[in-house]
């Protein structure tokens, strides 16, 4: 009967361990949330999601463009480059791509849009290269590109450089 006694009251220690660990589990996941809405907005400031954009270039062109995103640093893109326009060089193509954070708030992107003629030929690629400030609250993001244009030998053909604005695509209501 005496060890019966000792068993029941080590499990009850146990069990009052246990409990009491997760109560700590659960204030130490309550504190480290509280942490998190408490950190500045420019700490946790990230591309992801997708953004329109429009891109002056130097040489007066407007472009309209959407960038998505990933969480895991990759990049797509498309435009309306004009087919005129070296950046819009024949049939449309979207560009894919890679970005990473550079600072708060900063971000750094590089992508590339393969260009093919009429009939489907590979004429070349443009590579294109960002710097971007997200704004503080998030919605917003701004900076300056290169883009370098080169023909199916990768010699260059065109540079361009301009700047980006835009806002953060967000649900709208129905």
Not at 88 to 103: C, I, L, R, T
Not at 132 to 148: E, P, R
Request: aromatic fraction near 4%; charge should be negative.
């Amino acid at each position: 009967m005496p060890i019966r006694r000792t068993v029941a009251g080590l499990c009850m220690i146990m069990l009052a361990i246990c409990l009491v660990s997760v109560g700590r589990v659960r204030t130490l996941q309550e504190s480290s949330a509280q942490a998190q809405t408490d950190t500045p907005a420019s700490k946790t400031l990230t591309p992801v999601g997708t953004w329109s954009l429009t891109i002056d270039l130097q040489d007066g062109t407007r472009i309209q463009a959407l960038y998505t995103c990933n969480g895991d640093g990759n990049l797509t893109e498309t435009d309306t480059a004009p087919e005129t326009h070296p950046l819009g060089h024949g049939a449309q193509q979207s560009g894919h791509g890679v970005w990473e954070m550079e600072g708060d708030g900063i971000v750094g992107t590089t992508y590339i849009k393969l260009h093919y003629d009429r009939e489907g030929n590979y004429t070349g690629r443009t590579t294109v290269r960002e710097r971007l400030m997200i704004d503080k609250n998030g919605k917003v993001i701004s900076g300056t590109l290169k883009a370098i244009t080169a023909d199916l030998f990768f010699d260059q053909e065109h540079e361009d450089v301009g700047k980006i604005t835009g806002t953060r695509m967000s649900v709208l209501p129905l």
